[in-house]
């Protein structure tokens, strides 16, 4: 199987990966990327020296070219562009190229509809800490893929971050927490640094301090065993200031809190994979 991976649509998640993908050693040679806008492909291959990017208002066959010959490609458009993506390129797909999508709400069968009859489709959900190798991604294989070409997928997605194999029914799930968590960690950091400054830090000393603590926590909670409660245990003395902070938090609801805006976001996934039909 060709070693080409392309990756169609190569926006803020297509591009997190690829960097992954060669910040783990990957032959950039071996990398294409499709775009709309010649001044996103330009910047594409300045930051990702040695890799191929085609834009589509200079070559619209961009997506065709990329497809034909790459052994993997991943879909990276939003929503509600992937079926009319998949079709486009379906002419230009090997009975055995792997096709991924990263999509939120996507169905394997929407994808599979838009693809030739036993073209092999996994959908999958990343993150954006894939960018440093430090995302985490779920697979789910469709009824085409056989399980060597699901490990291909798996090898891939290693490389940037961890991959967890999931039931395409809990996709929503994983897009609620991992997928979108992301942006939760960094309105975290955004509304510490807000309380900074209410509590009268200069602005740009506030930023730092949240983004080093945000970051820093992230770091440890990265080391193997790491346990979220065990870690807050450990900075809240008994009667202390951390206890009473944590104390306001549970009295405000922010748990229910965190919870809802996770439920919306995997109500709106299903909202979106059924206006996609
Ligand atoms: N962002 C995230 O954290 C996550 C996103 N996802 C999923 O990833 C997908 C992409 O999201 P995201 O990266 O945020 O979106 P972006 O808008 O950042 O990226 C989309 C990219 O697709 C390109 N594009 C659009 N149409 C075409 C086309 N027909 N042919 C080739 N390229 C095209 C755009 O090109 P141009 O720049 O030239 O306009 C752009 O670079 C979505 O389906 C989303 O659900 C999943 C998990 C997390
Ligand atoms: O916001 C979105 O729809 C995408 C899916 C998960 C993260 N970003």
Redesign the pocket.
């Known amino acids: 199987m060709s070693n080409r991976i392309a990756f169609?649509?190569?926006?803020?998640?297509?591009e997190a990966i690829l960097s992954g993908l060669l910040g783990s050693g990957t032959d950039p040679a071996d990398v294409v990327a499709?775009?709309?806008?010649a001044e996103?492909a330009a910047e594409l291959a300045e930051r990702h020296h040695g890799i191929t990017a085609i834009?589509?208002d200079e070559e619209p066959d961009?997506?065709r070219q990329a497809a034909k010959g790459s052994g993997v490609v991943i879909l990276?458009?939003?929503?509600v562009?992937?079926a009319d993506?998949a079709r486009e390129i379906s002419a230009s797909l090997s009975p055995k190229t792997i096709v991924v999508s990263?999509?939120?709400?996507v169905t394997l069968a929407q994808l599979e509809a838009a693809l030739p009859a036993g073209q092999p489709v996994i959908r999958t959900?990343?993150?954006?800490p894939a960018k440093l190798g430090r995302g985490v991604v779920s697979v789910s294989a469709g009824s085409n893929c056989s399980p060597e070409q699901l490990q291909r997928a798996k090898d891939i997605f290693k490389a940037a971050g961890t991959v967890v194999e999931v039931p395409e029914e809990q996709v929503d799930a994983v897009?609620a927490i991992s997928?979108s968590g992301?942006a939760y960690a960094f309105y975290l950091a955004e509304a510490m640094a807000a309380a900074g400054v209410e509590l009268g830090l200069e602005h740009d000393l506030a930023l730092l301090l949240a983004r080093e603590t945000v970051a820093g926590a992230g770091f440890m909670l990265a080391e193997p065993g790491a346990d979220p409660s065990a870690l807050r245990i450990s900075v809240s003395s008994p009667n202390g200031t951390t206890e009473r902070a944590i104390a306001t938090f549970n009295e405000r609801g922010l748990p229910a809190i965190i919870a809802a805006g996770a439920r919306a976001a995997a109500d709106r996934a299903a909202e979106i994979s059924r206006q996609l039909g």
């Open positions: 169609l649509g190569c926006g803020s998640m297509n499709t775009v709309r806008r996103r834009a589509g961009n997506n990276g458009v939003k929503p562009g992937i993506l990263v999509a939120a709400a959900m990343p993150n954006t897009s997928g992301p």
